[in-house]
């Protein structure tokens, strides 16, 4: 592809601007925007991407444009990338603007909800942070006043002209939330990788061998960082109450606080905290079941994860979620009631021919989410964007 000195694509050629915090690192949006990405330049697009990181291979039609400033923490990271990533976009941006989440002041012309800030506000006990302590917890509630001012800048007509979600259940949050909004909203499911997540003999006997567990322990998996949200204390107690049961814990947090939550049920020896891992495909690999009692989400991408592995899902009924899991065929929804929970895991621990048939119809329904579908609606979508009967285009000064 070839562009105008001025930036601007030639004549019949395609471009698109992705404005994100990070691109490709570890986490589900950041895994997502790496896949949309290079598939669009493979489809020829040139592809413009202002973030703080972006692991896209190099490829000639791309062009890294990077927001320089701290990752963390939030309340100082997220104004300054605002800033900076809006200057950027407008001096630098071509094409389809699409933005992820509200993180700056510019138009775009869409813009994908990954969680939706007004919405889990509505939940006054949750607050997003990584420990209990009082600078965590300051930081976390700065961030979330400066996420819904910054959302209510971006979800209004004028600003975006397209809002689109991960899930049903996310558009209607957004619906309830940005009245204005709701006759811009598309939902986009984002894609599993069915190869990357599939069952495999070899990882599941390695990964045992190294957290010491036995070829036939009953393993419970659990996947994400937000703990106090996605539910690790319940998940603790439920697993507490299971004999010859093992809780494997992926993902950043409190370690020490919930650690402590294990030793006091009297399961400290069989709850294994593994950390942020890179090959988390393996630990899914390892697993029997997979436990997620969480109280919010848009989309549940470990589930989605764990479904395409061939595990059996025990999650709760949130966003997301039900496009993937049908109770009794491949899991069961469950709520935060630890006995409760405790009971599907022993009729999954007990009944081996009931766990195989629930974990291939996981994988089964998980390919139904292939990455070419989430690919082929967004570019749909810019492509009906750029029509000529829709003005507006293109980054604009913030």
């Known amino acids: 592809m ?8 030639a004549p019949g050629q395609s471009a698109v601007t992705v404005v994100a915090n990070d691109v490709g690192t570890i986490g589900g949006m950041e895994g997502q925007l790496k896949e949309l990405v290079a598939e669009l330049l493979n ?4 592809v413009t991407v202002i973030a703080r990181t972006c692991l896209v291979p190099s490829h000639p039609q791309l062009q890294w444009v990077r927001v320089p400033g701290p990752g963390r923490p939030f309340s100082i990271a997220f104004p300054w990338f605002a800033l900076c990533a809006s200057i950027l976009l407008w001096r630098r941006g071509r094409g389809i603007v699409h933005t992820t989440g509200a993180i700056v002041a510019n138009r775009s012309d869409l813009s994908t909800v990954h969680l939706c800030h007004a919405g889990i506000s509505t939940k006054t006990d949750l607050v997003r942070a990584r420990s209990t302590a009082l600078h965590y917890r300051i930081n976390g509630l700065l961030g979330a006043r400066m996420s819904r001012a910054a959302e209510r800048w971006c979800y209004r007509p004028g600003i975006t002209r397209l809002l689109v979600t991960v899930s049903k259940g996310a558009a209607d949050e957004i619906g309830h939330h940005f009245p204005a909004m709701r006759g811009a909203v598309a939902v986009i499911p984002n894609s599993v990788d069915a190869h990357r997540f599939r069952p ?11 957290l010491s567990l036995a070829p036939d322990a009953f393993v419970v998996l659990f996947v994400g960082g937000d703990w106090e949200r996605k539910g690790l204390a319940v998940a603790i107690r439920a697993v507490a109450r ?7 814990v992926v993902g950043a947090g409190d370690t020490h606080r919930f650690r402590r939550i294990a030793e006091e049920t009297r399961v400290g020896d069989r709850t294994h905290f593994v950390g942020v891992i890179g090959h988390v495909q393996d630990l899914y690999a390892a697993a029997d079941v997979f436990l997620l009692p969480s109280r919010y989400e848009t989309f549940s991408m470990v589930t989605y994860e764990a479904a395409a592995t061939s595990l059996p899902l025990l999650v ?3 966003s997301g979620v039900e496009e993937i899991l049908v109770d009794g065929v491949n899991g069961r929804y469950i709520t935060c009631d630890p006995e409760a929970i405790a009971e599907r895991l022993r009729t999954l621990r007990d009944d081996t021919h009931l766990r195989t048939s629930m974990g291939a119809k996981s994988r089964d329904l998980a390919s139904h989410f292939a990455q070419t579908n989430m690919v082929d609606r967004y570019e749909e979508l810019y492509r009906r964007l750029h029509s000529p009967s829709a003005p507006g285009l293109g980054a604009t000064r913030p």
């Open 2 to 9: 070839r562009i105008r000195r001025d930036g601007s694509a």
């Open 316 to 318: 709760t009924r949130v």
């Open 43 to 46: 489809r020829r697009w040139h």
């Open 242 to 248: 299971v004999q010859r049961s093992h809780l494997v």
């Open 200 to 210: 495999n003999p070899e990882a599941r006997e390695r990964v045992r061998e190294e």
